[in-house]
């Protein structure tokens, strides 16, 4: 494939995807050993957005990984076009703590919000941003990578911290 081929199957890739893909994933889309050329192709790409002055933009993590990602600006103009996960209030601050605390024990989290936490933690699997290990009569939570790229940050307790104050108020 050409590098421009090799550019537009990695825009796809992106667009395609529901998390942030690592760098070593786009190398292997793309067939290559090279890290450098896989940059390159990611150099591309980016100015490419760059020049296009467009509504996605190409964002790269700390961990190297890259998504395509809609701008700011256009959000509330598509507000009502944008699937959102619906998370209630009680589910948000569930996840907030599992963030704050994790791994946390199921049965710690249940002393901290309550006995409906059962039902919140089951909504929060299925939707994909926790993880639940068995832990002899209970099970260890934990924020999954759906959950940090979702939020828009990459284990990084301090930011999840942060951003989750600025959303349970």
Do not use: C, H, W
């Not at 199957?9 to 992106?14: G, H, N, P, R, S």
């Not at 993590?61 to 700011?72: I, K, R, V």
């Not at 209630?88 to 996840?95: E, M, N, S, Y």
């Not at 199921?106 to 639940?132: H, N, P, W």
């Amino acid at each position: 494939m050409s590098i421009e081929e090799d550019v537009a199957t990695i825009e796809a890739a992106l667009y395609a995807a529901d998390r942030p893909l690592a760098l070593d994933e786009i190398r292997k889309i793309v067939g290559t050993s090279s890290e450098t050329y896989t940059r390159k192709i990611l150099d591309q790409l980016e100015e490419k957005y760059n020049q296009k002055n467009g509504p996605l933009d190409l964002k790269a993590s700390d961990q190297d990984t890259f998504s395509l990602e809609l701008q700011e600006d256009y959000m509330p103009k598509l507000e009502g076009i944008i699937p959102k996960t619906k998370l209630t209030r009680g589910a948000l601050k569930t996840l907030a703590v599992i963030a704050y605390k994790q791994p946390i024990k199921q049965s710690e989290l249940a002393e901290i919000r309550g006995g409906r936490v059962y039902q919140y933690v089951k909504q929060l699997l299925e939707l994909g941003f926790i993880e639940a290990k068995p832990l002899k009569r209970t099970k260890l939570l934990r924020t999954s990578k759906k959950f940090a790229g979702y939020f828009g940050f990459e284990d990084q307790i301090d930011k999840i911290r942060e951003k989750l104050q600025q959303m349970t108020g």
